[in-house]
T-cell receptor
Framework: DAKTTQPNSMESNEEEPVHLPCNHS???????IHWYRQLPSQGPEYVIH???SNVNNRMASLAIAEDRKSSTLILHRATLRDAAVYYC???????????????FGKGTKLSVKP | DSGVTQTPKHLITATGQRVTLRCSPR?????VYWYQQSLDQGLQFLIQ???????AKGNILERFSAQQFPDLHSELNLSSLELGDSALYFC??????????????FGNGTRLTVT
């Protein structure tokens, strides 16, 4: 299985940018990089995804390294509501039985201090 | 709001019993996925249905079964319940059969407690 490596936890201050790293050195050329987050007592929430180019949406930005072996999720101004577990997931062919489902690791627990 | 609806929110039952969890996908989504989240195992994929047909199977026990109905809602049946089945059960949906370029949208789960 293509695996991702994320720090177990990170801390941030409110209203400051946050850079959440993810290493995926065994990524294949057709794997998409997906990010989800899970707030306490809620289901996982889609954040962003990309293949090769950097991506922006209303929630975050995704910076993908040129060799695609790592990526960074950027929250431009952290709020208390951004405290969650962030999962970096590779979505490709034949992971976990089909390319359809997501295989979750342990993720990074982000704490935001006021 | 993801648009995925799960009922009930909470369920408390006894060992040996059978329960049914229900999921309505987002409007227009044809795939439904079931996940189990327990404290020690994290989020585990159980099973996926696409347009009424089983599409992929994960770590689903034989005591568990699921189906997707013609109106696309799905039910997860858990039988002969054990204490270890206590967990959060999440449903997710997506538009197609599992296009890696499209996201999954999750409901807020059913918390099952087996006593």
């Amino acid at each position: 299985d293509a695996k991702t490596t994320q720090p177990n936890s990170m801390e941030s201050n409110e209203e400051e940018p946050v850079h959440l790293p993810c290493n995926h050195s065994t990524i294949s050329g057709t794997d998409y990089i997906h990010w989800y987050r899970q707030l306490p007592s809620q289901g996982p929430e889609y954040v962003i995804h990309g293949l090769t180019s950097n991506v922006n949406n209303r929630m975050a930005s995704l910076a993908i390294a040129e060799d695609r072996k790592s990526s960074t999720l950027i929250l431009h101004r952290a709020t208390l509501r951004d405290a969650a577990v962030y999962y970096c997931i590779l979505r490709g062919t034949n992971y976990g039985g089909s390319q359809g489902n997501l295989i979750f690791g342990k993720g990074t627990k982000l704490s935001v201090k006021p | 709001d993801s648009g995925v609806t799960q009922t009930p929110k909470h369920l408390i039952t006894a060992t040996g019993q059978r329960v049914t969890l229900r999921c309505s996908p987002r409007s227009g989504d044809l795939s439904v996925y079931w996940y189990q989240q327990s404290l020690d195992q994290g989020l585990q994929f159980l099973i996926q249905y696409y347009n009424g047909e089983e599409r992929a199977k994960g770590n689903i026990l034989e005591r568990f079964s699921a189906q997707q109905f013609p109106d696309l809602h799905s039910e997860l049946n858990l039988s002969s319940l054990e204490l270890g089945d206590s967990a959060l059960y999440f449903c997710a949906s997506s538009v197609g059969p599992g296009d890696k370029n499209s996201p999954l949208h999750f409901g807020n789960g059913t918390r099952l407690t087996v006593t």
